[in-house]
Structure formats: C-alpha cells, structure tokens
C-alpha cells in the first residue's frame, strides 16, 4: 500500500521546525527515518530545491518554496510523482495562511501549530482518496540525496544529531533562582558603585593630569564586567563557562588594582559578589530540548 507516513515544514535557512503532522507511529524504521529527516533539515541551505533521500524501505521527499521546505517520509512504493504533487499542495495552503514575514520573525519550533490540522488533511486525502491528484510538474526532476552525506554533515551520534551550541532564540534556560535574583540584584549594585567611582575619579583626576587614568580605566572595566556577568546568567551564548571565569579572574585583577582606593572589606565584598554572580550562572543550564510533535 503507498502510505504518506509524516510531513513537515520547517525554514530553509536554519531547519527551524514550523508545523508537523502528528502521528503514532511507533516502528523502529520510521522513527529513524525522522530523525535523519531532521538531519536532513539542517542541511537544506546547501541542498537543491527539490530532492529525495532514499532509504531501504522509505522515502524522504523535499520541496523548498522561498524560505519554507516541506518533507515528507513515504512508503517507497509512492511514485514521486504523487510525493511532489502532495508537497506542492502543502505549499499552496501554506502560501495562503502564513505570510514569508512571520517565517522570517519566528523564534520558537513549531510557531504556525494550527498548520498541522491542513497537513493531517492533505495527507488524508492523499493516502485514502481513489486517485490522488498528480500535478503535471515543469521542474527539474528531483535531485537523490545520500543519507549518509546528511548524517557526515550534521555529526550525527546514535541517530542524534549533534546542533552546534551557539547563541539562538531556540535555546531556554532554567528558571531563575531566588540566589540568583540576589547575585543579579548584587552585581548590579556593584557595577554600579564601580561606575560612580569611576566617573567621580575621572572628573577630579584628569582636570590635574592623567596619573590616575589606570585606576578609572580599572573601574570602568570592573562595571562592564559587572554588567557582562549579568547578561550571561540570563542568556545562554557558546564558550559560557569560559567567559564567566574570564570575566570572574577580570574583576579580582580589577579590585586588587584599586587597593588604597577600596579598603580590604570593600574589595571582599566585590570579588564575593562575583564569585555568587559566575557560581550561579555555571549552575544555570539549558533546558532538555522538549519533544518535537509527532516524534
């Protein structure tokens, strides 16, 4: 029997999931079909318009139509002239209800979510109507894509794909702790503090010379490095617990810099707060990535 088994939109330049059909299929097969789907997915910017990803007993059909590509996974035994036809379709509806301009402005999987009712009907119509209706196509015929290729490219590992961890929307953090409020609330303070001093100690000093100019440069840096901490305990950014014990060993420099300036106490209480601040920001991981629909 020719099955349409599962079917997709995601955005061409990043894979980003739109809208998906859901489904319970529960074989092995299939379910590793999807996962090299997504693979797949991450690919498509360096793929043709219109391809085929063949597999022992299923398909995985693509058609990319401006910034959006709908995939499908088939039973081999659907021609692929009746697969395009089915994409084409999915196109045209999507065409008509979401606009390329909210495309290009989502952040989140799965934003256009009420698109999965058309593509459960599109589907249904194909798998079960008598005649599916096939589409005389003037495109090129479709280009075949090795799996293989697409599983090299994304470092794919027991059937995961590995996603680079750069900074993105996608990514959400755990939620912000009481402790970490205070070491928020704390840094600010300090940078803060640092900030004042710094502009205090500019306007006094340099209207005699520049002797003190490493002392407000010191202080300056110290309130920057107050802010960079705060801004990575609430966003998720590549090399994180690098730059938190970067900016952590910057402000003890800094502090120690300006002893005769701050007294032993104030220095402590400085350098405590950072310590909080880069503690709490390492403990602050990235939530598990959520079940994609029909997966």
Known sequence: MSVILYACAVRSRDGLPLSASTDFHQHNQVLECKRKLKALSLT???????????GRDLCIHFSSAGDVTFLAICTDSVPSAVAFSFLEELQWEFSVSCSSTSVALASRPYAFLGFDRVIQRVKHNFNFARGPPVHLDPS????????????DVNVIV?????LPMQSAPNYRMTPVTALGILSLTLNI???ALSLI?????AEH??????GNAGKVTAFLTAFSANILQCYLHLFYCSARKRKTCG????????HVYLYGLRNLWQIAFHVLVALLSAQQTLIRKPLEKHCDIGV
């Not at 001093?197 to 100690?201: A, I, N, S």
């Not at 000093?205 to 520049?210: A, C, L, V």
Request: with cysteine; glycine share 10%.
């Open 247 to 254: 900016l952590l060993f910057l402000i003890c420099v800094c």
């Open 44 to 54: 498509l910017s360096q793929c043709p318009a219109r391809g085929t990803a063949q």
């Open 189 to 191: 303070m300090c940078g």
């Open 205 to 210: 000093s340099f209207q005699e010379g520049y």
């Open 140 to 151: 090129p015929p479709p280009v075949i894509v090795r799996l293989e290729d697409v599983e």
């Open 158 to 162: 027991n059937g995961y794909s590995t």
């Open 197 to 201: 001093r710094g502009v205090h100690l």
